[in-house]
């Protein structure tokens, strides 16, 4: 499934994902930018349309929760930006990333060891 995400939308979906099912008005309230009741119930129709939310009724209002998890957004997001910008190559996204932050040696030690499971799931795929 390709998830598409506008800023605003991952805004709200970020809310959802933090705090569980939440009514407009608490997602309003976990927004860093002030948005109207209206612009917040909006949106969260929008991503319910587009699958990505789900809502209950709870008495006279609905209670709004995230129908995919923020990982497989990520993983999307990431093919997505990976196809677009960087000719689907995840080493050349990987290299600008770490190229631009400043790592401290603790990060590097995760992406080295992250790098080296990766070399040796493809090995141990390799000799079967």
């Excluded at 009514?23 to 929008?46: P, S, W």
């Excluded at 990505?52 to 006279?60: I, K, L, Q, S």
């Amino acid at each position: 499934m390709d998830i598409y995400l506008t800023d605003r939308e991952s805004d709200v979906m970020h809310v959802l994902w933090e705090r569980g099912a939440s009514t407009v008005t608490e997602v309003r309230e976990g927004l860093a930018d002030d948005l109207a009741y209206t612009t917040v119930l909006t949106i969260l129709r929008t991503l319910e349309a587009k699958g990505y939310v789900e809502h209950e009724e709870e008495g006279r209002t609905y209670r709004y929760s995230a129908a995919i998890e923020r990982q497989a957004a990520r993983k999307s997001a990431l093919s997505h930006l990976a196809s677009k910008l960087f000719q689907g190559s995840a080493e050349l996204l990987m290299t600008q990333l770490v190229s631009d932050q400043k790592l401290s040696k603790d990060q590097i030690a995760r992406l080295r060891k992250l790098l080296d499971d990766k070399a040796q799931e493809s090995k141990s795929k390799g000799s079967k």
